[in-house]
Each structure stands twice: as C-alpha cells, then as structure tokens.
C-alpha cells in the first residue's frame, strides 16, 4: 500500500549554507582574455562578481520563507507544493499540475501559484525525482517513469481528473501522463513543444516548408549549441563530481542556460537578478541534486519516447510559444503530435523558463485553455 504525504518543511542547515561560502570564497578561477565575454560559453568576470555575491550578500532564508509559506509535503521521497483553492459551494474546478524542467525546480511558478489558485484551481506543483527537495530515485528514471510516478501522485492525493502543464522536460512528462491516462488527464498545456517526442509520421502529410526549415534549425542548434544533451545524455556523471564540489563550476554550467535560454537579449539580470540566479543555485547545490538531475538525460536517451505510427495525444491541448524560446517549430508540427490542439499562442515576450520569466502572461494564457475546458464541462 503506497504511503500516506506526510507535511514538509525546506530548511537547509546552516552548516550547508557556511560550507558554500567557504567555498565560494577560496575558489580558483582561469584567467580568460580580455574581449570574450560569453563568447566561449561564460563570462568569467561577471561570475566571479555573481560568485561575490552569493558568498556575501546572497541570503538564502528569504526564498526558504517564501516556500514554506506554501504547503510543502513529501510522498515516498517526491517533495510536492499542493496549495488548495477556497471554492464557493458546489463549484467545482480541477487541480492542475505544474511541472518544471532543467535546470530549474517548483520555485519557476512562485508567482503564477496564487493566480492559478485565486482562479479556484487546487496546485500540486513537485519537484522531479532527483531535483531540488526530492531524493534521488535509487536508479535514474525516464520520461515514462516519472510520469507514472507524478500519475501515481495524483491518484495518492485523490485527484482522480485533472490538469498537466509542463516546460521543457516538464512538457514531454506532461504529454506523457496525456498519452498514457487520456481518461484521467482532462487537458495538456505545453510551452517548449521541440522537446516533446518526434512524431509518429513525418510524411501523411507531407512536411511543410516551415516544418523543413525547424528540422534543418533544430540540427544546427544540436551541432553547436547543444553541448549539454550531448554531456548529459552520454556521461552525465563524468562532470558530475566537478558541479558537486565546486559551487563555481555548477555556477559556470548553469547561468550559462539561464542567459542563453531566457529573452534577455545577453543580459542575463534583464531576467534573473542576481539573488534570482543565486536562489536556483543554492537549490540545487544545498539539495546536492545536480548529479541526479542531469541523469535524467541519460536514462532518456537510452530509452527515448517517440509516437508510433498513427499515435498523437488525445486529449484537448494547447501550446504557449515564446518569441526566445531555444527551438519554435511551427503549429503544423504541434497538430502531429495532438489530436486535438485547442490552441497555438504566440506570446509577446518571454523564453525558455516562461512561467518565471512572465509568470502574467504565462498564468493568463493557462487559465484562458483551462477556462475554455471548463466551460466545456471538463470538470
């Protein structure tokens, strides 16, 4: 019989904390040449200034009041947010699921929480196996796998119907848990739809010229940007060790994603303060996941979901595509992969980690699909 949530509270010992400054403050740095900024992939003088930063002024107990100002649980080592909506008797709404990806964590939607559930709407908001406040599985897990589990989640808190949203590896496990309990799932909300499986046919119909020109960028991207799904995918632990014991270096790998992926237009604080950048490092060098976390790439890709022949998703969909999102391909390639796309938005600004970067548009936008499934009579 599975076990019973238990209540959580996120407290990160004060040794932890003093051990990373520690550190912080002896590291070595390379030199690198004057002129390169970003141009070999980190700016070593303004992660020398971030690192300054979060050795001294960087107060991580802000963000840990902020957490456990929600309501924290813990299910069989899964670590969850579930904030419950006040409802007006007889009115009923589905919970959703937010579902976060690499390298981030349940603090993406810090902001868009309290609108989803002042909207009515039950948060269950987790954190993924092997990420910030969960524990590592005892093996690394899928995309299938921990779907199952955040399916099995829902089922352990009683939800028998509800909603998925996810962003990058957030979206293929949201689809997932779609594909596989279509009857259970009343609707899937995705930003990041090029890390959703290839389809299950690329020729009926034939590719459009859109299509061709996202499959030729997406090779490029691959070719010289995607250094990470080839490290991660293959040998995550040969740099984990290297991210796990020199806050520097898991700086270094990390902002790099931050600055590339968000539209920030190179400026990484146009979109991640400083204390920002310093909260998702902190959570991941505290929990001590980054090794895990990273080796979800690898289980992927020794075992990569994709739709078979005739295969989409069944259930209502809708896609939210940013203007600096890493890859964009284009509606026609979202209606391959679901059946029954209720909606395709070009959103007006925003990247990679939409719910943070504009946690507004990204709420508006996902409770204007979640309200059309409600008056459908989803819930």
Not at 51 to 67: F, I, K, M, N, P
Not at 112 to 127: N, R, T
Not at 152 to 169: A, C, I, K, P
Not at 320 to 327: C, M
Request: glycine letters at 8%; aromatic letters at 10%; hydrophobic letters at 40%.
């Amino acid at each position: 019989m599975s076990a019973e949530p238990s209540p959580y509270e996120i407290e990160i010992a004060d040794e932890v904390l003093g051990d990373l400054r520690e550190r912080l403050r002896r590291g070595r740095w390379p030199e690198q040449p004057d002129g390169l900024d970003w141009e070999m992939g980190g700016d070593l003088a303004y992660l020398s200034e971030l690192c300054t930063h979060w050795a001294g002024e960087y107060d991580w107990r802000s963000l840990e009041q902020a957490l456990n100002g929600l309501s924290n649980w813990r299910w069989e080592g899964l670590h969850f947010v579930w904030e419950r909506a006040q409802r007006a008797a007889g009115e009923a709404r589905l919970p959703v699921m937010l579902v976060h990806g690499w390298p981030g964590g349940p603090i993406e939607f810090l902001e868009v929480i309290p609108k989803l559930v002042a909207a009515g709407h039950d948060d269950v908001v987790p954190s993924l196996p092997g990420f910030a406040f969960s524990e590592p599985p005892a093996r690394p897990l899928n995309v299938a796998e921990v779907a199952a589990r955040l399916a099995e989640l829902m089922s352990t808190l009683g939800f028998e119907r509800f909603y998925v949203q996810g962003g990058d590896w957030g979206a293929p496990i949201s689809a997932r848990i779609a594909f596989e309990e279509p009857e259970r799932v009343a609707g899937v909300h995705v930003n990041a739809v090029s890390v959703l499986p290839l389809p299950g046919d690329l020729s009926d119909p034939p590719r459009s010229e859109a299509e061709q020109r996202y499959l030729e960028t997406a090779q490029r991207w691959l070719r010289r940007e995607g250094h990470h799904f080839s490290l991660q995918g293959n040998a995550p632990d040969a740099i984990a060790p290297a991210l796990s014991d020199s806050p520097i270096g898991l700086a270094a790998w990390l902002v790099e994603k931050y600055r590339r992926w968000s539209d920030c237009d190179g400026e990484v604080e146009r979109r991640f303060s400083k204390d920002d950048l310093c909260d998702f490092l902190t959570m991941y060098w505290s929990t001590g996941t980054i090794a895990s976390s990273m080796r979800l790439y690898a289980a992927e890709a020794r075992d990569r979901w994709r739709l078979g022949p005739g295969e989409r998703i069944e259930v209502p969909a809708a896609v939210a595509d940013y203007p600096a999102e890493i890859l964009r391909p284009p509606p026609e390639w979202a209606e391959r992969l679901f059946a029954d796309l209720r909606a395709y938005n070009e959103m007006p600004s925003g990247g990679h980690f939409a719910a943070f970067e504009e946690p507004d548009l990204f709420a508006g936008d996902l409770l204007a699909f979640l309200g059309s499934l409600d008056d459908d009579g989803a819930s």
